[in-house]
């Protein structure tokens, strides 16, 4: 955990600066890979005793420590000071996107398999789509094409992923998890957040991870927390949640959230679910059939269409 701090440095200063297209791709490439991992990291947690919400919060709440420490050891204490909107708006985005959106995963892991849980989470981009249009924009004909194509992919990997142990309200809170994350990430650019993406990362870290231990205490988790009971393989998914998952993925997210199109942020979506599968594969020996191949082979095929699609928009 001492190693973890200077993760974040990865990204850039707030300079006022346009983005660059190297920055961009490097953030999104974390997205892609490291966060399709942190669905297998989840299920292990949960499966190792952990409660979902206070182990979801705790996860976070560390992070925001260790990025914080960094940041004053780096830039100094004065680096943290925000304006009461841009904590507001901060607050907001880590309800929605951590306590709702991460919350909803983590409780639904209970029962849904990782790799099951990542293609649901390939909903996003659809809800996406869709506050979209009801904003008033008209998306480019082939980001619905290439949208469409990663849907197909993603019903192919669900239909081929045999029998699993998810419980149908398990699969409705996680998609309820989805529209809020969707929800977060369409309007957090106007909710005045820190224009420093790691303050930003760090506020709605703190309040996501305190709402979500509000939560875990008002459902009872503390009385079904027993650390003696806790495996250690959870204890590992746990800091690789931190590390990992939340000070650098959390952190690229909410880098390409103030710096890229929407849409493109929403690929993400359909290549977690193939990491996410990968990784079944290797680790929890889930089987990768033909069918689950074709469905990733589809997958790629639909970013392809929406990168394509969001550079002719932007050139």
Do not use: C, Q
Request: net charge positive; proline share 6%; glycine share 10%.
């Amino acid at each position: 955990m001492t190693a973890a701090a200077p993760a974040p440095a990865v990204l850039p200063e707030a300079t006022g600066k346009p983005a660059s297209a190297a920055m961009i791709w490097s953030a999104l490439a974390v997205v892609y890979v490291i966060w399709g991992s942190t669905y297998l990291g989840i299920r292990i947690v949960v499966e190792a005793h952990i409660p979902p919400m206070l182990g979801m919060g705790t996860r976070f709440l560390a992070a925001a420590v260790l990025l914080a420490a960094f940041l004053a050891l780096k830039s100094g204490v004065t680096r943290l000071r925000v304006t009461r909107r841009e904590l507001l708006g901060a607050a907001v985005v880590g309800l929605l996107l951590l306590a709702l959106g991460n919350g909803a995963v983590a409780i639904a892991e209970k029962t849904v398999p990782s790799g099951l849980s990542a293609l649901l989470v390939a909903a996003v981009p659809l809800w996406l789509m869709l506050l979209r249009v009801g904003g008033g924009e008209r998306p480019r004909a082939l980001t619905w094409l290439g949208v469409l194509i990663g849907f197909t992919g993603a019903a192919l990997l669900a239909l081929s992923g045999g029998d699993t142990s998810a419980k149908p309200l398990s699969v409705a809170i996680l998609v309820a998890g989805t529209i809020s994350w969707a929800v977060g990430s369409r309007f957090s650019p106007r909710l005045g957040l820190p224009k420093d993406p790691l303050l930003a990362t760090l506020y709605e870290m703190l309040a996501g991870g305190t709402a979500m231990l509000l939560i875990g205490v008002a459902a009872g988790e503390p009385g079904r927390l027993h650390l003696d009971a806790i495996e250690p393989k959870g204890w590992i998914a746990l800091a690789y949640l931190v590390v990992f998952g939340s000070l650098l993925a959390y952190s690229a997210y909410s880098y390409l959230l103030a710096n890229a199109p929407i849409s493109l942020i929403g690929t993400y979506a359909y290549v977690n679910p193939a990491v996410a599968v990968l990784l079944g594969w290797l680790i929890l020996s889930e089987p990768v059939t033909a069918e689950i191949m074709l469905g990733g082979a589809i997958v790629v095929v639909g970013v392809a269409l929406v990168v394509s699609a969001e550079r002719r928009r932007t050139s």
